[in-house]
């Protein structure tokens, strides 16, 4: 007979251990961190853990998934707050608040040093494409609207903000902490 799935019970405990993985990832670096220790970050049993995710690396594309996921929802929701410069505005304040939640620069060093894998580097590269797209629509229109500066290209500008938005992800300073990268980036691009 078929075991009866709570769909409830089974999304609680897979967030658990999405979570639990995450905190590993990010305080140990993925490479260190074992199943055993997911397991006991989320006070499973290593089978509970196998139900789920088959690997390891099972659980780090779910959390880059669910990342990306973050990402587009973030990207929309600025979207709708104007073109240009109310949507960049938008937007870094989301990376500002998600930064400050803890624990992401962890994760993003953890990530990077997983990216020579073929199938992290491909949900990764889609994440960036889709940002650089919404950057570089954002930053023609400020540049258009006089509200950014315009002595660079909106191409470049979009590379520069990315290098800031990125650097920051894997090198957290007190400043940082405290500013958040929107400040880098508005001081960058001259938004004011």
Excluded: N
Aim: net charge neutral.
């Amino acid at each position: 007979m078929p075991r009866i799935v709570d769909p409830q019970r089974f999304t609680a405990r897979q967030t658990a251990i999405l979570a639990a993985a995450y905190r590993c990832f990010a305080t140990e670096g993925y490479e260190t961190t074992s199943t055993a220790d997911i397991c006991r970050a989320a006070d499973i049993s290593s089978g509970t853990l196998f139900h789920y995710f088959p690997t390891k690396l099972d659980i780090l594309m779910t959390l880059l998934r669910v990342s990306a996921a973050w990402t587009e929802e973030q990207l929309h929701l600025a979207a709708r707050a104007g073109p240009g410069r109310p949507a960049l505005t938008t937007y870094l304040g989301a990376l500002d608040r998600q930064r400050a939640a803890g624990q992401a620069v962890g994760f993003a060093r953890a990530v990077q040093g997983m990216a020579h894998l073929h199938v992290v580097a491909a949900v990764l590269d889609v994440e960036r494409d889709m940002v650089d797209h919404f950057l570089l629509d954002h930053i023609t229109e400020a540049v258009r609207t006089t509200a950014a500066r315009s002595d660079a290209s909106p191409e470049q500008l979009v590379r520069w903000v990315r290098w800031l938005v990125d650097g920051s992800a894997l090198h957290e300073t007190p400043a940082s902490r405290t500013t958040g990268v929107s400040v880098a980036v508005r001081s960058l691009l001259l938004l004011g």
